[in-house]
């Protein structure tokens, strides 16, 4: 599959390996997919969904590198609420 993963048009799970966005998991507790990074992450993170999409190791959607900046650094993620909660 060519191009980003987007969430209305495919059906597939788009999970990401904790190595990948390791800043995000420290952010949050160390919780990764609800649990502990390491082994099964696919299952952990994916459940059912037998559909994978996008690359686990390097995220490509529109979104992707505001998702994982705001995920890793909540004081980016406020400035930029804050910004568009004054325009809104």
């Not at 949050?28 to 686990?56: A, H, S, T």
């Amino acid at each position: 599959e060519n191009g980003p993963v987007i969430a209305t048009e495919h059906d597939c799970c788009a999970w990401l390996t904790s190595d990948t966005i390791a800043d995000a998991i420290a952010n949050n507790g160390g919780e990764y997919c609800g649990g502990n990074p390491g082994r099964g992450e696919r299952g952990q993170c994916c459940g059912n969904q037998n559909n994978d999409c996008g690359n686990r190791n390097n995220p490509s959607g529109p979104a992707a590198d505001a998702i994982l900046r705001f995920a890793a650094d909540e004081a980016a993620w406020l400035e930029s609420f804050t910004r568009a909660w004054l325009v809104a």
